[in-house]
Structure formats: C-alpha cells, structure tokens
C-alpha cells in the first residue's frame, strides 16, 4: 500500500543569497524539473518553487528567494526576500529552514546578508560556494572556526560541480535543525530598544526581535509600509528612534558599523588570503581585454553574430523536422476525419497556426542557450560596464543595460528588471525603449521574411541581416532615450557602481533547464494563446461564407469578417505597400508578435488548398500575386515589414506589464501611439524611398 504524503509532511526550505553566488545553481541543482514559476500575489517578482526529496526520501519545498544584499529594502525584489522570511508574505509560509548562499571567494561582502538573517534566528545552513574558485586565488577558509564564529553549521560547495550537495540534503533534512546559537553583536543601546519594542509588536514572538531591529532602521516612509498602517506600532518606534538620537546614536548608521566590524573580526580569524603579488590577475588581464573600448566591443558583436549565425545554421534541420510533422499531421486528419467544418478548423486553422510557430522553438532554444553561457559565465556584467560608456552618452544609468539585455529574451522580464534602477526618471525611459529590443518573439518574423527575401543567401549573410534588425532596435531605443532625458524625463546621469562576479566555467545543467523553463513557457504559449487565436482567425477567416457556393477561396475570405477587417486597414497601409491580406496579420499581431507568422500560415492555408505537395508558407508568400501580377512580398515589402516589427508595439502583455510598473495608463498608451507611428514611418521610409531610388 502506497503512503499519502499530506502537506503538513513536507518542509518548506528557502534559499537565499546575494545576486552571483550561485543560489539559482544549487535551487537547479536539487529541484532538477521538479520546478514551477510564477509571480507572487500583487507585484511582479518571480516566484520560484520546486520540489526535492531528503537523504531518507521524505518531500521538501525549496523557494529560490530574490538575490538580495540587504534586508534593507530598496526594491521589490528584496522587499519579497524580507517578507517572506519573516513569515509575512501572503500565501507563502515562513520557511522552516534557511540555505544562505555565500560566494566563498569574497566572503567578506557575503557575510552582511548572513549577519541579518541570523538576527531572523531561522534554522540555518551557510552554504559556502565556489570554493574551488577560493581555492585558486589561493584563499583558505577554516571551516570549522567560521562555523564556531557563524553558530550555524557551514558547508563547502562547489554547486556547478555538484559537490557538497548530498552533504547539503543531509543537513536541511534533519528535523532538528537548531538555530542559531548565537546573534552578532550590537550596540547595547540598540540592543536595549529592540527588545522593548519588540514586547510592544503584535507579532508572534518568533519573529517580534527580528521586525522590532527592521522596524527600528527605517525612515518614516519604509516604516508606515512595514507596520501595515499600524499607528501603535509606528509611535513605538518613532519614540525608540528619537531616544537613539538623543542618546548620540544613528540606528541604522550604528548597526551597519556594528555588523561590518563583526563581520572583519570573522573573517580575520578564518580567512587567509595571500598577499598580493606583482603585476595582474588573469581575471584582471581578461577584464583588462573585454571592456577594452575597441576590443571589448569586437568581443562583444562577435558574440552576438556566432549567436545569429548558430540561430539560421543548427536549428535549420529540427525546423524542418517540425514543419514537416506538422503538414504530415495535417494531411493525415485530412484523409481520416470526415468532411466537415470541424476537419477544416483544425487542418487549416489549428495545425498552421500553432504549427507556424513551434517551427521556430529550436531557435528561440539556441538564443537561450547563448544567453545562458553568457550569464553564467559572468560576462554580462562586463557587456554591462561596456555598455555604459553608450548608455551614459545618451542620459540612461549603466544599469539599465541589464533590463535591456533581458529584454532581447523577452520585454516583460526586462520591464520588471528595471526596478534596479533606482533614479524614477531614468527607471522610466528604461521601461519605454524596453521593448524596441527585437524579442524573442520578433524572430519567427525575422526569420520567415529573411527567408522571403533571400532564399538562396548564405547563413551568414542571412545572421548578418538579423543583427542588423536588432541594431536598428537599438539604436532607435538610445535616440528616443536621449530625447526623453532632455524632455520629458530630465535628471541627472548617476554614477554607475557595478559588481563585477568572478569569471566562472557555465554550469550546462543550469543553462539546459534555463532553455527547458524558457521552451515550455513558449510551448505553452503556443497550445493556449496562439492555439485560440488560430481558431479564431480561422473563423474569421472563413465567415460569413458568400452566398455563392461556388465561390473560389479568394472570394471566401475576401467576404469573411478577417477579409473586411483587412480592407478596412488597407487605406492607411497601403502606401508601405501592403495588401489587405498583410493587413490582418498586423492586426492579430498586436496580441503577440509571433502570432503573424500562424496568421499568413492561416490566411493563405485558407485560400489555397491543403493537397499533398502543398507548398511551405514561405514558398507560398513568394508566389503570391496581386491582381495585376505583380508579386506581394517584394524585396521592398520584406524590408518594410521587419522595419515595421522592429519598431512596434505589436504585444498586449508588454502593455499590461508597463501599466502594472508604471502604474499609470500614461505611459503605455504613449508608447503604443509613439512605436506605431515610429513602425509606419519606418516602413513607408524603406518602401516609398526604396522606389525612389529605383528599386522594387
């Protein structure tokens, strides 16, 4: 008989850590697929859970918290980290254990993060990664002095090795787990205050020291926010705050020092570090060489052009594996269902329409790979530093360069990034270019029309014509920026203070389950959104029928609702040279920009006949002919329509995403009147300037 495991069995276990410890390695590394993500209640953070099993095999929840340098706040991300741990975020129980992540190879900046969770007085494991990195800079760490200092058990872990990690299980898997035995120290004044307002705290007493010592470090703003509008509370500790002052002593300012001279009399005690010896690093030699302004910048385009290149040259024959299912999948219903319109909804709606879109997985998957060995290997923060000397030129903080790079993935990730920005004005102008970074979303676009366009070039030239697409986005992104900081968005260029993580060897563990998470959310996407969109485009597309039963397939779409919503646009795009059929599919992008290469493959599955030896969608677009037989997508119209895509706004999410960070409708909607407006232009410039000078 098999045993019910109830949810009051399972340990629920965070783990926590600065951004670049490895703490997303090592939650990869023992949740493996057994991952969900999600956003917590009401904001916009990433909320990361999976499930792993104990040295005897009993179930354990690990939340991969935001990476944090403090508990006190200065973003969502670490507002998230901070409530959660003290039991206060909705829907997510206070841990039962805590995993702190420390970089072991500059442990010093680490140990303030631990200093404030010990205060938490959390069962606790410090966990001591990338030792092998300590090892070759040659510092030596004492583990079981740190241990004694800590009063918590410390573990040495290399996490993209895997080593150290069933020690690990074995640790979180004792249910008796102590706590700490020991706080660092404080000032006793400090100390004398904390415990008195903490008898005063409505809280349960597990955590009332811990938000009583918070709650004591906050300005008046930060303190309404934590206290929840409690006006006892926020007396108390006015009140408290006040005595300190009086008394010669700055809460927060007194902690800080108290900590951080705690923290160098640890690691003067356990951490050994060779002096340093003549000349540079090699970490230094290679910082030397890929910030370089001009060699930086070779490093840095190569890169993105082996990216390109690998996006039309490895992923060419699982495409043609997809695409070739897919219209054996759909000559094989066409055989064996009945004639009926629910056969022609799914072989000429459902099948194209997803279809026409998973086609382009195995690319989206090579782009998430690149990303991936780039950010694991901590290049993207020398990309960050690169880019700051073009970033401050146009008025935007370095670190808006990170929201942006996320942006080529995805501009919903890169929007909420942008919370690290801590200037509102440059936070904004970050949010508004976000989305002129060419998506991963843009590529089946791309890819489609480069292929309508030059079907017979090599990969390279085709590689070569997509980073030029994506720096038309970037370079459009960095003019409207400049604008909008001598405009509307005015404010000083803050100086860019950057981490720089040690260079390390990418964990392809990490970065295949970072291309699993990344396939499923687009698979997924295309079985639920696309999938009803393509149904209802086919409908559109189909009705009303004409009167004429004999009509031909042109006539029948041309009649349907599709048909008329298309000629209906077809005034205002007519001069960038589209028909109304090109029409319809500007219209449905606007939902998701994929969504048009599902919508040319539902339009003219429609009007053409799905036989055996049907040709491909972009065979069939380059066949296509206007009524005075003239080719449709002429080189012209090609160019005009990635121009086009490149600078709109053709995603609803994104939309939604910028009203929920802004929290305001202003800013949205200006951006899709501004990138609308920006894509037209662009288009008309290509195919009326194109026609001036001769071409077709």
């Not at 007519?574 to 919508?599: C, Q």
Request: one cysteine or more; proline letters at 6%; glycine letters at 8%.
């Amino acid at each position: 008989m098999s045993a019910v495991v109830t949810s009051q069995t399972v340990r629920n276990i965070a783990i926590a850590g600065n951004p670049n410890s490895g703490k997303s390695t090592i939650f990869n590394a023992l949740t493996g697929l057994r991952q969900k993500v999600g956003n917590y209640p009401g904001v916009t953070v990433e909320r990361k859970v999976g499930r792993f099993f104990g040295s005897h095999g009993e179930p354990m929840m690990l939340l991969d918290l935001p990476g944090s340098y403090s508990l006190q706040v200065r973003a969502p991300d670490e507002a998230v980290s901070r409530d959660v741990l003290l039991g206060r975020e909705e829907g997510t129980p206070q841990p039962d254990a805590v995993i702190v992540v420390v970089d072991a190879s500059n442990l010093e900046r680490n140990l303030y993060l631990v200093a404030q969770i010990l205060d938490l007085h959390l069962p606790m494991v410090v966990v001591l990664n990338m030792m092998d990195m300590a090892e070759r800079a040659r510092i030596r760490i004492d583990v079981p002095a740190l241990q004694e200092e800590l009063g918590v058990p410390v573990l040495p872990v290399v996490a993209t090795k895997g080593t150290g990690l069933v020690a690990l299980k074995q640790l979180v898997s004792r249910a008796s787990l102590a706590r700490p035995a020991k706080r660092p120290p404080m000032p006793e004044a400090i100390e004398a205050e904390v415990r008195a307002l903490a008898e005063r705290l409505p809280v349960e007493p597990a955590v009332a020291f811990p938000e009583a010592l918070l709650l004591l470090t906050l300005n008046d703003q930060a303190l309404d926010d934590l206290a929840a509008g409690n006006p006892d509370t926020v007396r108390a500790t006015l009140a408290a705050q006040e005595r300190l002052r009086a008394a010669g002593v700055d809460p927060l300012c007194a902690l800080v020092e108290a900590r951080y001279e705690w923290i160098n009399q640890v690691c003067h005690r356990t951490v050994h570090k060779p002096d340093a010896g003549p000349g540079l690093s090699l970490s230094d030699r290679m910082d030397h060489f890929l910030t370089h302004r001009i060699w930086g910048w070779v490093v840095f385009l190569g890169a993105m052009t082996l990216m390109f290149l690998s996006i039309f040259t490895l992923a060419q024959i699982p495409m043609g594996w997809i695409d070739s299912g897919m219209h054996a999948l759909g000559h094989w219903l066409s055989g064996h269902l009945p004639e009926s319109q629910l056969r022609d909804l799914i072989v000429d709606g459902a099948i194209p329409g997803v279809g026409g879109v998973l086609m382009f997985l195995p690319q989206i998957m090579i782009l998430y790979f690149f990303l991936g060995l780039l950010e694991d290997s901590g290049y993207m923060a020398r990309a960050a530093f690169l880019m700051d000397r073009v970033m401050s030129s146009v008025g935007l903080h370095g670190k808006s360069f990170i929201p942006l790079l996320s942006s080529f993935a995805c501009a919903i990730p890169g929007i909420m990034a942008a919370r690290t920005v801590e200037n509102r004005q440059d936070r904004i102008a970050t949010i508004l270019i976000a989305p002129l970074m060419s998506c991963s979303a843009r590529i089946p676009v791309y890819t489609l029309m480069i292929a309508v366009l030059l079907p017979a070039t090599s990969a390279l030239v085709k590689a070569g014509m997509m980073l030029g697409l994506y720096l038309l986005g970037i370079v459009t992104a960095f003019v409207l920026a400049w604008i909008f900081k001598k405009t509307l968005l005015k404010s000083e260029t803050s100086m860019l203070l950057l981490e720089l993580p040690p260079y390390r060897k990418p964990s392809l563990r990490s970065v295949a389950l970072c291309m699993k998470e990344r396939a499923s959310l687009f698979v997924t996407r295309a079985g639920t959104v696309i999938l009803a969109l393509s149904v209802l485009l086919w409908a559109l597309a189909t009705y009303p029928k004409p009167h004429d039963p004999n009509a031909t397939r042109a006539e029948v779409i041309s009649h349907s609702f599709a048909g008329q919503m298309g000629r209906a646009l077809e005034p205002a795009i007519r001069p960038l040279g589209y028909d109304w059929k090109i029409g319809i599919g500007l219209i449905s992008s606007f939902a998701a920009r994929e969504v048009f290469v599902g919508t040319m493959a539902i339009v003219y599955n429609v009007e053409g006949d799905m036989k055996e030896g049907t040709s491909s969608l972009r065979e069939t677009m380059r066949a296509e002919r206007r009524a005075d037989g003239t080719p449709v997508f002429t080189p012209l119209v090609c160019m005009g329509l990635m121009v086009f895509y490149v600078l709109a706004m053709q995603c609803l999410s994104t939309v939604v995403i910028v009203r929920r960070e802004t929290n305001s409708w202003r800013w949205p909607l200006f951006q899709v009147a501004l990138f609308t407006v920006l894509a037209w232009v662009g288009a008309f410039a290509v195919f009326q300037g194109g026609r001036l000078l001769g071409f077709h």
